[in-house]
């Protein structure tokens, strides 16, 4: 008999019965992990690289605000968007979290793929200490808003499909994927797909934004619902 701290878990998760999904699964193990002080002893230097000699919101003055709430703030800067997350460096683990994140970011950024938008800075707000992004204005209809017949819904799907898959490829998870932060630009006869929001999976807020993928405010559960019902009826 196995008798590590896990063996429980995984008794309960193939007897099938208890934990309906994945997320479900995910937090029994985050619960039961045995906390290791030693996990969390990071160096805050490893952040310095990304520490901005700013103040957000006088750097890049707000136009319009888009979003003020406690766990973000979204707002347009000229012909640029704002993001901004608050994080406390002294609790345990953040630090870890920031740093894999403005990695991430900065992989992005160096690759700049065409269905994301450009990002023109990010880093940690020396004032605020906030962790940001700064990406380019995209304009564009929004996905939850088109109209389209079949034969233009099936390209855009394609594009969108393969725009996760190249993500995950690059070992980024987006895990917000919604209606309106997905973007369809209509140039000359073609139709080019823009997500417009970063991909925030792995944000030290301890939130588990990966979970938008099984929704059922997902995209890809519409797409089921709506396109999947055109192509077999149709």
Same mark, same amino acid.
């Given at each position: 008999d196995c008798k590590d701290w896990y063996s429980d878990i995984l008794k309960r998760a193939l007897d099938g019965n208890t934990y309906t999904t994945a997320t479900e699964y995910f937090d029994a193990i985050k619960q039961h992990e045995p906390f290791n002080e030693q996990t969390f002893d990071f160096d805050n230097t490893k952040l310095d690289k990304y520490q901005k000699d700013i103040k957000l919101d006088r750097f890049y003055p707000p136009n319009k605000i888009i979003l003020d709430s406690h766990e973000k703030e979204i707002w347009l800067s000229g012909e640029e968007i704002v993001t901004s997350?608050?994080?406390?460096l002294l @609790? #345990?683990?953040v630090g870890y979290k920031a740093l894999a994140f403005l990695q991430k970011i900065e992989r992005i950024k160096s690759i700049s793929p065409a269905y994301l938008p450009q990002i023109n800075d990010f880093g940690i707000d020396s004032k605020r200490r906030d962790l940001f992004v700064v990406t380019s204005q995209i304009e564009g209809q929004a996905w939850?808003?088109?109209?389209?017949? *079949? #034969?233009l819904c099936w390209g855009?799907?394609?594009? *969108?499909?393969?725009a996760v898959k190249r993500l995950h490829e690059i070992g980024v998870a987006h895990g917000n994927l919604r209606p309106d932060n997905i973007l369809?630009?209509?140039?000359d006869n073609t139709m080019k797909l823009i997500i417009t929001s970063i991909p925030e999976s792995g944000l030290p807020d301890g939130k588990k934004t990966s979970s938008f993928y099984l929704h059922e405010s997902c995209v890809f559960y @519409?797409?089921?619902k709506k396109y999947c019902y055109y192509y077999i009826f149709d």
């Open positions: 997350w608050p994080i406390d @609790k #345990n683990g939850g808003e088109l109209e389209l017949d *079949l #034969n855009v799907i394609a594009q *969108l499909i393969a369809v630009l209509h140039t @519409k797409i089921q």
